[in-house]
């Protein structure tokens, strides 16, 4: 919660060891957290304890043990940055005791988020986030409201401070749901006019950094300049993009590249970016990119997968791709009975990219059937129907009723199948 256009942001990073093994690794990814949000790191600090502190996070000890820290650094950290989600007494207790400012990881994530969109879309969701969080934190984050305004936590789309009325607030957050809404009713329209003509949808899913954006490049036809954003750090890509690409049978599809998932994603951003993440539910088949040289590639696919439960689309088809296969990777890769199609792939060399695009047209080949059907002229409803999710090849109408000769996917099939009839 500084201005970094005023002062450097150097902060001590707090972490609590819970001997579930995975400390070392969690507080290596809050120090990409940091980086990513242009802080430089001058310390670290964990304590061995089953739940933080209720009250101040760590134990009496070891807060005198923080203080120490941080008189010891060589330059004063202006920050102190914890691995949780701090409750309102926990900012409260923590603000009175250190004169630094207190984020937590959720905190963190947003102010990279809030930094890190640019479309209208990811702004409003960002900073729906962002009120709802705060909303629920008031009265702990009250004396650091008022103390400092812009920086880290409080960047946003047109805000420099946020104000602590509950009212205003609410307002506010109803105002940004009520855009949201209107952006999903067009999302939703589009998505229709899309499965009328037939689109298949490729969703790229994973945990951040893993390569989605790379792999997207890799396979679609754009021309140089309009290459999608990649970079080697946390959260480069935020807002969602379609690509189309060519299979070998002449099919276009389209690929879609969503935000990465991470640990600890905070739920409040979970539910503002739902438009977004609806894209996932509509989608024919999703690209699960795991980095396979990342010494934690099991957690992070644990994440996603249980974030992929939450959002209720594990019931999809879903294509593994181990990314980052040229680097050095630790075999065997790891085999997980939910995933049952794998692929071993390199976004950087290209290696793997023609054994994904056919795995993608096998199933796009099994999801679409050519159907003729004969519509009774009272089941006009059905006529809509077909008009809202199928690719119309031929329409006639007959005595009996309206003929199509159409491509539907697996669902549409079984609707219809009432009212299939013989080529004559």
Known sequence: MIDLKKEQALAILVGIDNDKGDIEWSMDELRELAKTADIQICGTLTQKRERPHPGTYLG?????????????????PNILIFNDELSPAQFRNLSNKFNCNIIDRSILILDIFASGAHSAEGKLQVELAQLQYRLS????????????????????????KLE???????????????????????????????????????????????????????????????EVYVADKLFATLDTTMRRT????????????????IEKLPHHLIQAFKATL??????????FVLDASHPQREAHRDVVLKTLEDLGVMDKKIITVFNKMDKDVELPLPHDTRLTTTIEMSAKT???????????????????????????????????????????????????????????????????????????
């Open 246 to 261: 060519i299979l070998s049978n002449g099919q276009e599809i389209l690929l879609s590249d969503t935000v990465g998932f």
């Open 278 to 287: 609806e894209e996932l539910q509509h989608a024919d088949v999703l690209i």
């Open 350 to 424: 290209g290696e793997g990219k023609k054994m994904l695009l056919g795995t993608i047209e096998e199933i796009y080949n099994s999801s679409k059937t050519t159907l003729t059907v004969l519509i009774p002229y009272a089941e006009s409803k059905l006529v809509a129907y077909i008009h809202e999710n199928c690719e119309i090849i031929n329409q006639s109408h007959e005595e009996t009723g309206t003929f199509f000769e159409l491509i539907a996917d697996e669902e549409v099939k079984n609707r219809l199948e009432p009212f299939c009839v013989a080529v004559v």
């Open 164 to 226: 602590t009325d509950r009212r205003h607030i609410r307002n506010r957050i109803d105002n940004l749901r009520a855009e949201l809404k209107e952006i999903r009713k067009n999302r939703d329209t589009m998505r229709k006019k899309r499965k009328r003509q037939g689109s298949f949808v490729a969703a790229l899913v994973g945990y951040t950094n893993a390569g989605k954006s790379s792999i997207l490049n890799l396979l679609t036809e754009i021309k140089e300049g309009e």
């Open 137 to 160: 934190r008031l009265s702990g984050l009250g004396k650091m409201l008022s103390r400092l305004g812009g920086g880290i936590g409080t960047r946003g789309p047109g805000e420099t």
């Open 60 to 76: 009496k000890g070891k807060l005198d043990e923080l203080a120490d820290l941080i008189d010891d650094c060589e330059m004063t």
